[in-house]
């Protein structure tokens, strides 16, 4: 893979130039029209992120909101680095670094995006009576805002029915940056859409932009080894909302593997506590990891069992946080859940093991109470004789 790398002091590391196949790829991804539905009679809107990019940046600039750079981030970025990941892609996270130093910086952020929408509505939508309100009910999927001493920056989701959102954040300050070494990169767009308005001459290996890759995790190269072998890696999980709990087992069970064994297993407790910390309640940890599961395996149902199995195990071998009845209160849940996802799949198989849950009565007060149990059942034996009898299962 041909890439030109900087010397080996800390900051350079961190950075890398992107080569010419790579450029190419993200050309395309740049170029490829994402569709944005709307919600009720409101049209789908077809949407370059290249163009929404220009739209914004120049709506921020007539307001007096310089915008620094432009990054791609995330999972599209790790993609235009290296196809073959396994992972794909979703959704396009696009980071637009902006001064939010005030509550009035952040809304007027949120008005320019939405007042970009109306640019992107079909041919003969009468625009005129549409309001910023009217578009955010449409359009958006997602709003979110953070504002505290270490982080500053704000989230736009646009809809999408498949999954692959188009996610516009806007960033003064954000402490971590990153869940894993994989999905660390960042991708500077600026010297491409610079290109694109400035240059005539189309793209070429031999007249191209030079543009920069980065990787938030600190080492460029070591990430795109983990990426390219992998390889999961990350440092001081604790400082992740999650812990990257989810993220770690969604990267198992798409047959990436720890660098480092022993390092991992200790970084398992910091992130079954962080999880913990940060979702207590059984109820927001229903919601979330329903959602997980809605968000990131669209397409890939068949994979969503075998997510919540790996963090039934992760959570079984590593949670030390939780008292007793609570622990098995969430290994319940997660059990619970796969059943739900192989039934929804019609999938659920002919084991030796199986899963039995039933609903305490109500008046089973006792917290330490197990609601379900492990029923070992023989397989029925298959006798040559032409008889039909009913085969009773024993249960142990």
Known sequence: MAMSCGDASDQSRRFCVLSWDQVQRLDA????????????????????????????????????????????????????????????????????GVSLKDDQAFRLVKDVVLDCLLDFLPDGVCKERITALTLKEAYVQKLVKVCNDTDRWSLISLSNNTGKNVELKFVDSLRRQFEFSVDSFQICLDSLLLFDRCSETPMSESFHPTVVGES??????????????????????????????????HLLVRGFRPSSELDMKQMQRYMCSRFFIDFPDIGEQQRKLEAYLQNHFAGMEHKRYGCLMTLHHVVNESTVCLMGHERRQTLSLISMLALKVLAEQNAIPTVTNVTCYYQPAPYVQDINFSNYYIAHVQPPQVSPCSNNYQTWLPCS
């Open 29 to 96: 991804i740049l170029g490829e029209a994402v569709p944005i539905h709307g919600r009720g009679n409101f049209p789908t809107l077809s949407v370059q992120p290249r163009q929404i990019v220009q739209v914004v940046r120049a709506r921020l600039a007539e307001r007096g909101v310089c915008v620094k750079d432009v990054r791609l981030n995330g999972s599209a970025a790790s993609h235009v680095l290296h196809q073959d990941t396994g992972l794909g892609y979703k959704d396009l996270d696009l980071i637009f």
């Open 216 to 249: 938030v995790y600190g080492d460029f190269q070591e990430a795109m080894d983990h990426l390219c072998q992998r390889e999961i890696a990350t440092r001081s999980p604790e400082e992740i909302r999650g812990g990257g709990l989810l993220k770690y087992c």
